[in-house]
Each structure stands twice: as C-alpha cells, then as structure tokens.
C-alpha cells in the first residue's frame, strides 16, 4: 500500500483508487461527500477514476475517507505503485483486471439478443404468430443480466437518497420492461397474431396492444456499448503513462562483496554500484564511476545522438548503453528517478480537473433528479391533454434516456487525458489542466538566456589567423595544450579544435599559469594560449587585425584567446555559450502564436544584445540578479501583460512560479522543473511553440466536447418531451453523442509537431 505524502504541518495528500463509479454524476457526489469532511479538500476524476486528497494528517486519516466513500456507495483504496500495477489490457482499463472483460461479455449478450428483437418490432413481416412471446424470452436476460450494473448502481444509489444517470438507465429500461410485461399478461399484447409496426413517432393509444421489450433490449445495448468503447478510449488515453513507466529495466547486475549479483531493480539501493553492458538498459539514475561510452537517451528525450559518457556523468535510468561497458553509482530510486517524475507528472495531469470540468461535475450533479421530473411532468402533461396512457409513458421514457449526460462528464476528462498522453509521448509534460487555460491567455513570452536559448555550455566559436598560418595548425598545437587543462575554456577549445582538426598531439612542459593561459611545447613548438597579457610578458603583441578581431569579439561579449608560437602571434579564437541551432526557429514559431519575445539574462547587456539579434528577440532585459527575475516577471505582469516564462536552472524557480505560465526545460534543474506547469524534456526550445500549440489544442477540444455535451441535451429533451423520439432512438442518440465526445477527444493522439 502507498503511503499519503506529507506536506507542511499536520498536511498530507493521498490518491485513492475509486470503484463503482459509472457516470460524472457519481464522481460528483463522492467528491462532495469527502469535501464535507473537517480540512479535507478532495477532487475525482470519473476518467480515471482516481481520488486526488489533501487532508489534516492530524484529524482525519486515510481510513476515515475510505469510509466515507464507502458510506457513500462506492470503494476505495489506495493504488499499487506503478511497477506493482497489473499487466495486461483489462487492467490498462482503469479498475479490476476483469472489467473490461465482463462489459464485454454483457455487451455481446446485449448485442446478440437484441437484434432480433428490434428486427422483430421494425419488420412486420417478421412478426410471426407468437412473436411477441419470443421477444420477450431474448430481451428478459439482456434487461437482467446485460443491464445488471445499472440497476444494481441504482439502487446503490437510491439507499443513500441520490439518483444518478445510472438511476436514469435503470428507471428507463425497466419502466419499458414493466410495461411490455404488463401489457402481454394483461393488457391484449399478447393476443397470438398480433402485429404492430416500428414507428419513430409517437401514436396515440390505449397502450394495452403494444409493447416496449426492443427499446429496452436496444437502449441496453446502446449504453453498454457507449461505456465498452468509453472503457477502451481510457485505455488507449492513459497509453503514454504505461509505456513510461515499461521503459525503465526489470533487473541489474550489482556489484555486491566484488561478485557480479542479478537481482531485480526494486531491490537497488542508494549507493549501490552496478554495472551496465553494451546493448542494456541503465537500471536507475546514477553516476558513472567506471568506463566509457555512449548513452541512446532518445526515448527519454527524443534525441538520437548518444551521449558520450565518463567517470563523473551522470546518467538516466531506462536511457540504453550504447557502447563500453559502464559501473553507476546508484543516486536516485524508484520514485525519485526522473523516469518516475515524468510519470508521476503525467498521471497528476490526467487526474486533475479544469474549471470547465467542475463546472460540467456541479451541472450533472443536479441534472439527474431534474430529468426525472422533468419525464415525471411529461408522463402529467400528456395524461392531461387526453392523449393516451402509452403516448404519455413513451415520451416519459424518451426523455429519461436522452438525458443521460454520459458526454457530459466525459467531455473534460477524455481530452485531457489524450492530450496529456499525446504531450508525454513528445517530450511535453503537462503539469496541470489549469495549465490548458493560462495557455490560451499568455501574450508575451520571457526567456532565460543560459541554458534555454544557448546551449549553457562554452563552444569555440571563430578562429581568426594571420595571412600565413594555417587554421588546422593553430587547432591543433593550440588545442594540444588546452586538452592538459582542466578549465572549461580550456575544454572548449580542446573539444572544438578536436572535432575540427582531428587527433591531437600530446603536449611536452606543460605549464599552467593561472589567471593567464597555458604554454609547452607541442611538436617541437614552444606554445603560450590564454590572455593578451601572457604574450605580453613574452614580448609579444597582436599583428593590427588579430588585435581588431579581439576587440570585437570582446563587444560581442565572447571570450578571445590568443595564440602563439616559435616567438610569434600567430590566431585569436573565439569562446563562448553557444546559440543552440534551433532557437531562431523557435522564436519565429511563438510569434505566430501571437507572443512577444523578451530575453532575460544575468550577463552583460552586450553578450545578451548579440543573442538576442541572432535569434531574432528585440526586447533584452540584462544584468539581473537572479533574485530580481521575479520581479521582472511581476513587472510585466503590472503592465497587463500575461507572461510565460522559459528557463532551466535553480536562479529561474522562483520566475517559473510567479509567471502565469512556466516553462521547465527538462535538461534543467530539478528545482526549475517542479516550478513549471510545463516540461520540455528534450533541451530543444522548439519545443515550446509545440507545447502551447498541444494545450490550446487540448483545451479547444474540450470546450468542442462541452459545447456537443450540453447542446445535444438541450436540443434532444424537448423533442423528447413532445413525443417526437421513440426511446430506443432516444438511446441510440445518447450512446453516439458520448462515442462522439470520446472520438472527438482521440483525434488529438494526432497532434504533431511543427516542422
């Protein structure tokens, strides 16, 4: 069993798994029940069917709140941690392994035996000499058995004094059973030889001659196929949580007393080294103590290049060795991974409601109770125009079918879920619906510049030369020396003059001279790299254009190094936080979504206006402290303004918290990313525009469902009220617009990215 999580004081929070709910209606009467008890605030998801609690640990525990949603007719428990859950599609479903199995096996036995009862009441032709008989005998087991799980909700429901939507199928199905019962035994429907024909219109009459068994058959057969394929759609939706959480490797090989231990990955401790072939997966986040090699994050981050890996790095868990063979310091487990966290990110979003789904909760809610009174006030109405006992029944049971309000409840939570899923599987993670909303509004985007627009990393950038010195030559007896060094300019430069110029020389009389550069001999040539002021001490200078080449890189905000050899000043190369390829594009793709860019750095204004120009930003706010970023965000947030925020490191959380809308880069901190209501996992900024696109998308497509939901009911009901619908028609409407919603909700496991 989980344990609630703890929060300030005597605060906690818990996730309860919910069973027995069949309808939003029922989702909002367990939510209420537990919102009435003493600092409990509670929010249920009919989708997901999940209970997200945070309660005073002090007064009330976990128990106290299984019980009250027991006593309200439902159950509840505490959910396996993911890699305890179930396996198998059934269990994908959302509830018991075997749910989805039964409302097959009832939808089949609906199916079956209603098609010849309908075929039966619409075909005269068909209607041979005890035909009414014979239908009888094919619907009783679908109104039964099939139709078992609404009764026995109603019911459950009626003991504590509330109705809900399945009171409406319930009290439907079986009003139009009764009466066909009450009709053959005692009325002359089941006189032998009798006919009728199938009429979508109502006809007056005495109601003793006719009888309602295909619309009670039928209606059964259409809602249980309406929550089959609502079972199935949750399934599909929550597709993108499972296969994180299938990622991660299933058992590792520990280094244990200097023997090589399989064991499963459950069993890894903080501290525990083990080790990592070619071909595996890394067990869990860690760090490598041991080895070499390159490391396919892609199904993380959605890069394809492998990272190269050493002693030192870092790794991910469920991330694929690619090469050498590797021993990891375990440094996270189980929920603390990353691969947890995305997961965890996931199902927090598919279980949280917008305003707009409390909203649809607190209108089905009292929608039900109202529905039957207003088919208790059509049954009157048409008694009292003389117009039949059996014109008044059908029209009363016309409405109680119609106004089931199953795409009512499922028109938030189903789109939410394929959104979020659809996000997940790109390297977006969603976290909040309220989030959906704040997308809609944003107008001006603020971006961090280390990190977010540049790579966060030092980068040769330029390598300028005098006339006779050849550029590769520079590379390498410059890099040959940079390579012995330790500083990260001095890295930049071996790794740039590396990836140029190929295999470097090693160096002889390596010296470091500290706060000025490097020097030795390489290939014979004494060699000085660093600062102007080291070939100075050398009674060197700069030729006139190498001197003009560092004045500009150093306006530009870049670090120049100058390099020299055998008594000459030969190339000055150019360091620093590279622009990452893609951020132009970016910032190109959130102005076409009617955003304004502005750049937010700590550096010097002339380094962030010479980023801002290459990727097309106009507005740079420098210099700032990053205890200031937040007041910059509330800055623009007085003048009127609706700010997103993008960054990655710690000195961004607390902008990422105050902005409307923020924007973690997953290859961020761990502190930038749980300030954000989104995660970009991969370090790629055109993921942004995407993000934003998927939620406005996402909440486009919810209020789409909504607006179908309620329209639907408010067009249907009167035409049902006014006899024009009979009840099996009335149900095959309401099963296809709850298909509609969910259908409509898929369309969004479609969304692609901009390209």
């Known amino acids: 069993m989980s344990t609630p999580t703890s929060t300030a004081g005597g605060a906690a929070q818990v996730e309860l798994a919910i069973g027995g709910m069949t309808c939003a209606s029922c989702a909002a009467r367990i939510e209420k029940k537990l919102n009435r008890m003493d600092g409990v605030t509670a929010t249920v998801n009919y989708a997901t069917e999940k209970a997200k609690v945070s309660f005073d640990g002090d007064d009330v525990s976990v128990r106290d709140l299984i019980a009250t949603v027991e006593a309200t007719g439902y159950t509840a428990h505490e959910p396996a941690p993911p890699a305890a859950a179930p396996d198998g599609p059934e269990a994908a479903a959302g509830g018991a392994p075997d749910e989805l199995t039964a409302l097959r096996s009832r939808l089949v036995t609906a199916v079956a035996l209603s098609v010849p009862v309908i075929a039966m009441a619409m075909i005269p032709a068909l209607q041979i000499q005890y035909w009414q008989w ?29 109705a809900t939507m399945d009171t409406l ?51 059964t057969a259409f ?22 959480l299938e990622l991660g490797a299933k058992d590792v090989t520990v280094l244990r007393d200097g023997r090589e231990v399989r064991v499963p990955t459950a069993d890894l401790k903080v501290g525990d080294r083990f080790v990592v072939r070619p071909g595996e997966k890394i067990a869990t986040d860690g760090t490598v103590t041991e080895g070499t090699s390159a490391v396919d994050a ?12 050493g002693a030192g790095d870092a790794v991910t868990g469920a991330t694929i060795n690619a090469g050498g063979r590797l021993v990891v310091e375990a440094t996270r487990i189980g929920a603390d991974t990353q691969l947890a966290r ?86 977006i993670l969603i976290k909040g619906p309220e989030v959906l909303e704040t997308t809609r509004r944003v107008d001006t985007i603020v971006l961090d510049k280390t990190g977010t627009v540049t790579t966060g990393r030092m980068t040769l950038l330029a390598v300028h030369t005098t006339g006779s010195t050849d550029e590769t030559e520079v590379l390498r007896l410059a890099g040959a020396l940079e390579h012995a060094s330790e500083h990260p300019i001095a890295q930049a430069v071996a790794a740039g ?16 001279i500290p706060g000025l550069g490097v020097q030795g001999v390489v290939e014979g040539h004494a060699v000085l790299v660093g600062r102007e002021r080291l070939l100075a001490e050398w009674a060197l200078e700069l030729p006139a254009p190498l001197a003009q080449a560092r004045r500009e890189a150093e306006a530009a905000g870049r670090t120049a190094i100058a390099v020299a050899w055998d008594g000459e000043a030969r190339a000055v190369l150019e360091v620093a936080d590279a ?105 790629d900024l055109r993921a942004a525009p995407d993000a934003i696109r998927l939620s406005r998308r996402t909440l486009a497509t919810i209020k789409g469902n909504l607006f179908w939901a309620f329209g639907y009911n408010v067009a249907a009901i009167p035409l049902a009220a006014a006899g024009l619908l009979n009840p099996m028609i009335a149900g095959a409407a309401m099963a296809f617009s709850s298909v509609f919603v969910v259908g409509n909700s898929l369309r969004l496991r479609g969304f692609k990215p901009a390209k």
């Open 579 to 683: 622009v990452k390829p893609t951020s132009a594009e970016a910032i190109t793709r959130l102005r076409a979504l009617g955003l304004t860019p502005i750049l937010l750095t700590g550096d010097n204004e002339a380094v962030a206006r010479t980023v801002a120009a290459e990727v097309g930003i106009d507005e740079v706010i420098a210099e700032v402290m990053p205890e200031d970023k937040v007041d910059v965000v509330k800055r623009l947030q007085a003048e009127g303004r609706s700010v997103a925020m993008v960054g990655d490191g710690v000195n961004d959380a607390a902008a990422l918290a105050q902005a409307d809308l923020g924007l973690a880069m997953g290859t961020g901190t761990d502190a930038a990313i749980e300030a954000g209501d989104l995660t970009l996992v991969r370090g």
């Open 169 to 219: 199928i319930s009290v439907g199905t079986s009003a139009a059973f009764l009466w066909s019962l009450w009709a053959l035994f005692f009325g002359t429907a089941g006189t032998p030889g009798m006919t009728h024909p199938f009429e979508l219109t109502i006809a007056r009459s005495d109601g003793a001659g006719n009888i309602y068994l295909e619309a009670a058959a039928g209606v």
């Open 342 to 427: 995305m997961a965890r990110l996931v199902e927090d979003a598919q279980n949280g409601k917008a305003a707009a789904q409390r909203l649809a909760d607190r209108i089905s809610a009292v929608f039900v109770p109202v529905v039957i009174g207003l088919a208790v006030a059509t049954l009157g109405f048409w008694l009292g125009n003389g117009s039949g006992l059996t014109a008044a029944f059908t029209a009363a049971v016309a409405v109680l079918i119609i106004a089931c309000p199953c795409a009512l409840g499922l028109a938030t939570p189903t789109a939410l879920m394929v959104g979020t899923g659809r996000g997940a599987q790109l390297g």
């Open 223 to 244: 809602i249980l196929a309406g929550r089959y394929f609502e079972a199935r759609s949750k399934r599909k939706a929550g597709a993108a949580l499972r296969a994180l």
């Open 134 to 162: 014979l239908s009888l005998t094919l619907a009783a087991p679908v109104v039964t058995y099939a139709a078992w799980p609404f009764h026995r909700a109603a019911w459950t429901n009626a003991r504590h004094g509330a």
């Open 298 to 309: 892609s199904m993380l981050t959605g890069e394809s290049v492998p990272v190269e890996v």
């Open 497 to 512: 003059a590396a990836e140029k110029a190929g295999a470097l020389p090693v160096p002889e009389d390596f010296a470091n």
